[in-house]
């Protein structure tokens, strides 16, 4: 079996991710794209019409990515162990991926096409979402109640997984979002039902 070698476009998103991990901070640009990828610029606009198409490349791959393993996650297996597993899948995505994790936090997208954000606070709408739905099926499934509401409850743990994973951007992807957390999650796990 031989390596598929990945087409320019995956080229250039892989590249994208590369320079957002290696470059906190900074700015990207797309005559530094085109040197990291090794192609002129007009090269990268004949498979992305502007930058802002890009980073939706990246957005849609963090989209594939987690939605499709949530998808298997909610298939079986007990609330509480599917809201840790939906926890945990986000916090090893991003410490996997500390590149893309720019464009989750927004640092990434300063100055971008608000189209970007907006895509962005979809996802996390989505993911939210998911937790609720996953917290209200544990009534009827299980005959469990959150202590909160569904929704109360879902976004708090959205606020805590985020803020793990703005912490690690911040550190400058030193703090690893799975640090220290089995312990944590020990913590909040009594707290999700009466």
Do not use: C
């Amino acid at each position: 079996m031989t390596d598929k070698k990945p087409s320019r476009k995956e080229q250039i998103l892989q590249s994208l991710a590369h320079m957002l991990e290696a470059e906190p901070g900074g700015r990207i640009t797309t005559a530094g794209l085109a040197r990291e990828v090794g192609v002129s610029e007009a090269a990268l606009y004949r498979h992305f019409p502007s930058k802002a198409k890009m980073f939706e490349g990246l957005i849609s791959f963090i989209e594939e990515a987690i939605f499709s393993r949530i998808n298997r996650i909610t298939e079986d297996g007990s609330a509480a162990s599917q809201v840790e597993q939906i926890l945990a899948l986000m916090l090893a995505f991003t410490e996997r991926n500390p590149g893309i994790t720019r464009l989750l936090t927004g640092d990434a997208l300063t100055g971008e096409n608000e189209r970007l954000h907006q895509r962005i606070q979809q996802f996390y709408d989505r993911v939210e979402t998911q937790l609720k739905q996953v917290l209200r099926d544990a009534e009827f499934k299980e005959g469990l109640r959150t202590q909160a509401t569904p929704t109360i409850t879902a976004n708090l743990l959205l606020a805590v997984v985020e803020g793990r994973i703005a912490q690690f951007v911040r550190s400058g992807f030193k703090q690893k979002p799975s640090q220290d957390w089995p312990a944590q999650w020990e913590l909040l796990a009594p707290t999700l039902f009466r």
